[in-house]
């Protein structure tokens, strides 16, 4: 089935149009209305990239508003734009006065470019067909670089907009979906543009150049973010892949069957109320991948954007209170013995530089399964070692959840409803081990 998103063309724009494309924003970032500029003062220009896609009289919110808030591993561009693409990644915003949201976002992408899948969330509400994981919009239409914009809320608008909005849009799919050989994938954030409740009936004052409306849609201050902290790096299994049991329009599988939205890792974020990192990749393994490519997740992990080896990620950012690593699947110990002293070393090195950048109070969940059992073994040998150093190390089994008395497996992987039989009791022994009531 096809998703469900609308890329917004650029609109023919009169002179008068032209001059209210000019904006200015307090030094706190927050935005103001679309008007000429007083002849006091000679305010920022909107980004050339951006005005094609606004109308007289909406509000352009840019990526520096103070307001907004981001959940991932991003990187920031001097000019405030943000590039991701990592699963999970998120950019949040509580408006007022609009009627609709876009989100502006261009992808680069080199060969074996893969599209990105979105779905977004308007006061915590699936804005998707039916009401699923994925996806409200996805990149696959896009231009390489070029900024497109996205309805957030797949058509059906902000109401009532006078009230307080929520909107969150929560990146689904991996930085680059089920690919062994690592190219530039990733897609940067351009702002918001709001529109308001009156913008059908606005009124032009052709002497000042101005437009009037009776609500200015803008942005709010949301709650601070969790103060609990986890990070997840993983495979396929934590990447949710195939996770939705259902393929494209194709009648393939593709990365509409994987929500990284409903994976174990995120439901667990959510039952303890965690802000959390995710690195995760289908077939990338601690030692070796499953079917090729040379990079493997230990230098996925200390990137900022996964798909380019020289964003070396700041760990100074994020301070996880537990680190949860599940890798060891697509390394086939089983049927690569010889790999066991790559992976126990990689292993122990991942751990020891997580403790040694997160600090000592870190916990670190070393979890098996539940596609295989056979590197059990070796995370045991790595869990003792680290305790003996003094780390706290716990072991997260996971091997019994594909027995089918959880819920049907898909493409041999966890279900949705698997992934919740997981976060349930992952989220049990984590909060026990935190602390966390």
Known sequence: MAPVWAPVRARPASLLAAVLFMVCWSASGRSVAFRRAASSHVPAAVPANVQPFLAPG????PPTDANLQTIGRFNTLPSGEKQFDMPGCQIL????????????LSAFHSDGFE???FVTFVDGKTQAPGGGLNATFTTSATTNGTVTSFDMTAGSGLAPADSAHDVTVFKATEAQWNAR????????????VLRGSSMAGANVDEATATVSTTTTPKTLPLPPLPTRR???VGDSITAGYCNLCKSGSTGKLDMH???????????????LGAQCHTAAWSGFGMAMNCCGGSTI????????????ASSAWDWAQFRPDGLV???????NLHGRPWLLPSYLGNYTAMVNAAVANYGRDLHVFLAVGPMSSFYLSAVQTVLEAATKNGIHAHLLDQTPFLNGTFGPSCCGHPSAQVDSAMAAAGATQIAAALGWK
């Open 93 to 104: 915003v509580r408006v007022t006065g609009a009627t609709t949201i876009h989100i502006l």
């Open 325 to 331: 690593i599940n890798l060891g699947t697509n390394d």
């Open 257 to 271: 069957g994987e929500s990284f939205h409903a994976s174990w890792a995120n439901q667990i974020c959510q039952q």
């Open 115 to 117: 599209s990105n899948a």
């Open 58 to 61: 909406d509000v352009f919110v």
């Open 181 to 192: 050989n690592v190219m530039p994938n990733f897609v940067t954030f351009h702002g918001f």
């Open 297 to 308: 997740m230990p230098e996925v992990f200390s990137r900022t954007l996964a798909t380019v």
């Open 230 to 232: 986890l990070e997840f």
